[in-house]
């Protein structure tokens, strides 16, 4: 365990330049991040999780047609003076909120070049101190406070944290993978190796890194040095497998495994599915939306039971 007192993160960095493509032609004009999940753009609930670990300074790391971001995140008075006039106090008081969540700041990723470059174009902003960085596509519920935790490891063993899921061994080519060990808390392993996107058969583990991360600001100088790799792009799991095969480059590496409830915007079906958990959680929407729900799946299923009995039955008259 490190006994060298390890600064208070205060700063959040929240990377947000990728096109959207998965998603077009929605995200032609419309940044992925502003995408509804209910009533809220999936970003918002992002920030809303940095504030409530206690993280008010939030980095975006924007690219070109991103400003609607900014805007979300701003003042609109022309609408709040309306919705004053109306005397709306309930839709005043959503609006205002985005406004008021945090000290926002911006900075843009000219060039597209990976999760890597991204992180270290908040090295001015983020300066010689550690911080977090929350990936827009994953959605923590907040019933299952991940980043307060990994900030609670981080303070008892410095260096660098990060979220790990365990997920189906087939599907670990999806993600940057991680080779662990145990410690002695059930629920942390220490890292001792990471490959980006590894074929499942040469996969270390199934722990997948989920977009979590907590860093020692030493991170800035590995990414400096580290080389394009998977894709052409400066890639994170690269530089933290850097940090974790040599200490000497910033400290340890931990991971903080996840059990909870995550929701993955950043694939169609999943956003889909990530809407309708949370629809049916909220106390205004759920009651009425999960009869909906339910009649809704009884009906396609008699539907697709009755096609199915004609289907076996044969054409009329044979």
Known sequence: MNNTPTPRVRKAVIPA?????????ATKATPKEMLPVVDKPAIQYVVEE???AGLSDVLMITGRNKRPLEDHFDRNYELEE?????????????????SELATMHYVRQGDPRGLGHAVLCAAPHVGDE????LLGDDLIDPRD??????LEVLGESGGSVVALMEVDPAQIHLYGCAAVEPTGDADVVRITGLVEKPDPAEAPSNYAIIGRYVL??????????????RGGEIQLTD???????????GGPVHGVVFKG??????????????????????????????????????ETEATAQAAATAEAAGPAGI
């Open 17 to 25: 330049a990728g096109l959207g493509t998965r998603f077009l032609p």
């Open 261 to 298: 409830r995550r929701y993955d915007t950043g694939d169609r079906g999943d956003y889909l599915r990530a809407i309708v958990r949370l629809a049916c959680e909220r106390e205004d929407l759920g009651p009425d939306f999960r009869a909906w729900l339910k009649g809704f799946v009884a």
């Open 82 to 98: 309306a919705l004053t006039r109306k005397g709306d106090e309930e839709r005043l008081a959503r609006v205002q909120e985005s």
């Open 239 to 249: 530089a933290l497998q850097k940090m974790a095969a040599d200490e000497r480059l």
């Open 50 to 52: 940095a504030v409530s």
């Open 130 to 133: 550690p911080f977090a960085v």
């Open 216 to 229: 020692d600001p030493a991170v800035f100088d590995v990414l400096r040095g580290t080389e394009p790799g």
């Open 145 to 150: 406070p991940l980043l307060a935790r990994m």
